[in-house]
């Protein structure tokens, strides 16, 4: 399989905020950085918009223009750029899309095996069933690779995902089929098997004899603003639980793998997903942000695209319990939510308390924090200075931005087209991993759907229901400054 050569980018969907937003400048990011050369890519922008190569480069310049980039290389990137327009269920616009791209291949003087076309789908997913036929039927790459990379959400439940995959599946192999989630190309997601497998202090404790729980948190401070059409179908537990929290769990969970292959990995992550018990009741907590005033509902039901009586939690808070003989009887609590006091994400490890204690500590439960936005956090006791014999709880504090001063931390959908460019795997969904991400929370979405579990209103700004805290509780979480 070739990796070099001349390589046609197509974006679907160019017009849509996705692309706008993400792909294409980590494109240009990628551009930037030379790994992406003016003689050998060239990037085609595809939707239904009947507009010039110009109209779509102009919509998309104030995207790029941030930062350090300089307004040149901008336009220098918004060159490589040439747009298609055509519907996503008919041929014509694909076979329009498919002479682009062999001009270009031919202007390259493409030799045999050495074109590589990539079809990034920033489209609904109801689409893309017949916009993969539409490309194998008339965009195939006659003498190098295809690569299809497709976003979330991969269907709303078990069964519909497992059709969308066989649709696509009967299509494209899957070497071909890149699944994003974009919590896998973060760093310090990247950085779980690094922390976990290349420290020797931490491969005898990380377990149930040294674990209390382990909480994976998503918290944004903003609601679902112009997003309640998407998001009422969804709700939070399709949009960030099931793949974003459940993937890092994966990874915090997981055994060693045989190696760095893209196929150890995935299988290890496969089997934590098939271990994981049925979901109960008493451990869940579901939110709606609603203030409930003079018997009006106001917060997200406020959104004009959001029924009346939506049912769709905003909030979850969801305990895991794995059965295997490293994790049995300790807690994950997976709890994201939108509309809540503070923005964040973040892991946080809990371990034991040291037994037979001899200082009276209050507080030995330490804790290790993954914060994704770039700090890794340990508490532990150290004794208080002075002549006293005290202790106190501190910490080793490492902060990316002081220790790594200077250093750009890639963004995840920079990371993630790169992987696909060069066929690497490893940071992609697997279908039965997805398959296992669904079997996981599919009975409690159908309770969900069909309104036998309800949400809870909650306050916007606040720290989401009450419950949800006294759920942690339950669960052995204890609450340490910082911590
Ligand atoms: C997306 C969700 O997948 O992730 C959004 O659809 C959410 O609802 C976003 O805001 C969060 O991503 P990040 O990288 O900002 O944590």
Redesign the pocket.
């Known amino acids: 399989v070739s990796e070099t050569g001349c390589l046609s980018i197509v974006v679907l969907g160019a017009s849509g905020d996705l692309a706008k937003k993400k792909t294409f400048p980590a494109l240009f990011n990628l551009y930037r950085q030379g790994f992406l050369q003016s003689n050998e890519v060239h990037i085609f922008g595809y939707a239904r918009t009947k507009i010039s190569d110009d109209d779509l480069r102009n919509r998309i310049r104030s995207y790029l223009e941030k930062g350090s980039a300089k307004s040149e290389e901008v336009s220098e990137f918004l060159q490589l750029i040439k747009y298609v327009s055509g519907s996503y269920d008919t041929e014509g616009g694909f076979r329009m899309l498919d002479k682009e791209i062999s001009l270009h291949e031919e202007f390259r003087n493409s030799t045999e095996g050495s074109s590589r076309r990539l079809f990034y789908l920033a489209l609904p997913p109801s689409v893309y069933p017949v916009v993969c036929r539409m490309i194998k039927l008339c965009c195939m790459n006659k003498c190098g690779w295809t690569r299809i990379v497709v976003e979330?959400p991969f269907g709303k439940d078990l069964d519909s995902a497992e059709k969308l995959s066989n649709q696509i599946g009967e299509l494209f192999e899957e070497p071909q089929l890149y699944r994003i989630d974009?919590?896998l190309g973060?760093e310090l997601v990247q950085n779980l098997l690094v922390l976990r497998f290349a420290n020797r202090f931490f491969l005898p404790l990380w377990n149930r004899d040294n674990i209390d729980n382990v909480q994976i948190v998503?918290r944004?401070d903003f609601g679902t603003e112009g997003?309640g059409g998407y998001?009422d179908e969804y709700g939070i537990i399709r949009?960030?639980i099931q793949?974003?929290l459940l993937q890092v769990l994966c990874l915090v969970a997981m055994e060693k793998p045989v190696s760095l292959k893209p196929e150890h990995i995935r299988d290890e992550k496969v089997k934590v997903l098939q271990s994981v018990m049925p979901i109960k009741d008493e451990e869940v907590v579901l939110g709606q942000y609603n203030e409930v005033v003079l018997g009006q509902y106001h917060g997200y039901r406020d959104d004009s695209k959001v029924p009346d009586h939506s049912n769709t939690p905003t909030f979850a808070s969801i305990i895991l319990r794995i059965h295997n003989e490293r994790w049995e009887g300790v807690p994950f609590i997976l709890k994201a939510g939108?509309a809540l006091s503070s923005k964040k994400?973040d892991i946080r490890v809990q371990f034991k308390d040291v037994p037979g204690d001899i200082f009276n500590c209050m507080s030995s439960n330490h804790a290790i924090r993954i914060l994704?936005d770039h700090s890794i956090r340990k508490s532990m006791s150290v004794k208080q200075p002075g002549l006293e014999m005290s202790t106190v709880q501190s910490e080793l504090d490492l902060s990316y931005k002081q220790r790594y001063h200077g250093v750009t931390i890639p963004d995840?959908y920079e990371r993630l087209l790169l992987d696909t460019i060069h066929g690497d795997q490893q940071h992609f969904v697997r279908r039965d991993e997805l398959k296992a991400a669904w079997d996981i929370f599919t009975p409690l979405l159908h309770r969900i759907d069909i309104g036998e579990l309800k949400p809870i209103s909650y306050q916007q700004g606040s720290r989401g229901p009450a419950e949800a805290d006294e759920l942690l509780l339950r669960a052995g979480y204890i609450r340490t400054h910082g911590y």
């Open positions: 979330k974009h919590y973060k998503f944004e997003r998001f949009d960030i793949n974003h939108k994400a994704l995840a």
